[in-house]
């Protein structure tokens, strides 16, 4: 059967391919509407869909200002390489999210060699009767007072991920992030005596659910309950008005997100950022 690939005119075609499995595609679903709103500052996303049969069998949503390119949870790794080749000629890739098999394939079709973070993760969710009972009150919205402390986190969660100190660039590139994320009220902090020793995002919420990441903890603050007493007060607060919420967490943060009432699928997920 042939495959052919083109990108969608209209976005309604996407949210109803995405509409089907909305858990793992609550991202690409949110980054639709955040982008039919208007958002000040944000471009057009592209919407690229492989057809068999005029039906639609992968698609990925590709920002191409900011490098981003995100492929749908349904869909094959010919699917997504195919679509790869498609984007390869206008797309610079600077960061994807998703299944393995479909970014990998991603990766290789736009011929990404200088991949700077390759972090397998899993996706986990929950839903309001899942919950544990875990509260945090201490939890609060990061403000731009925050920043020094926040940073030094960040940098601090950065380094673990990498491996290495961060290069110039990168560290630029994380204050600009960081600074956006606060200004967008997207973090959460937990500080004791002064000292902030977590941080959370939140980098979508709409009224399909709400997605964590980057939950760290510093070290000398482990082993204390903070990381797992704060993602339950975090969780129950957005299904106060949700009706789900997902977490993208590396393998060491399992215990703490089923400890709080997360489960998680058999799937595991890569986020690749490129060197630039």
Not at 84 to 101: D, F, I, N
Not at 179 to 189: A, F, G, K, N
Not at 251 to 256: E, I, Q
Request: net charge neutral.
């Amino acid at each position: 059967m042939s495959l052919r690939v083109e990108q969608l005119g209209s976005a309604d075609a996407a949210h109803s391919f995405l509409a089907g499995e909305p858990l793992r595609n609550l991202h690409l679903l949110a980054l639709l509407e955040e982008r039919a709103r208007g958002s000040p500052g944000d471009g057009p996303v592209e919407v690229h869909a492989a057809f068999a049969a005029d039906q639609i069998t992968a698609l990925v949503l590709v920002d191409p200002e900011r490098g981003l390119v995100l492929p749908s949870a349904k869909g094959s790794s010919s699917d997504f390489f195919a679509i790869g080749e498609h984007l390869a000629s206008r797309v610079h890739l600077r960061r994807s999210v998703g299944e393995k098999a479909a970014v990998e394939a991603l990766v290789k079709a736009l011929g990404k060699t200088a991949i700077r973070i390759s972090q397998l993760h899993r996706l986990y969710w929950v839903s309001p009767d899942q919950l544990g009972p875990y509260l945090q009150p201490g939890l609060r919205l990061a403000t731009e007072g925050d920043l020094p402390q926040l940073l030094a986190l960040a940098e601090r969660a950065l380094t673990e991920t990498l491996g290495s100190a961060p290069t110039g660039p990168e560290l630029s590139a994380l204050e600009r992030q960081t600074l956006e994320s606060v200004r967008l009220q997207r973090s959460r902090v937990l500080e004791i005596e002064g000292q902030l020793v977590l941080k959370v995002e939140v980098p979508f919420r709409f009224s399909l659910g709400a997605g964590l990441e980057g939950l760290y903890t510093a070290p000398e603050y482990r082993r204390r309950g903070c990381a797992m007493l704060a993602l339950g007060h975090l969780s129950r607060q957005l299904l106060a008005s949700l009706p789900r919420v997902t977490l993208r967490a590396a393998d060491a943060l399992a215990a703490v997100a089923r400890k709080v009432g997360y489960q998680s699928g058999p799937g595991v997920q890569l986020l690749v950022t490129d060197r630039e």
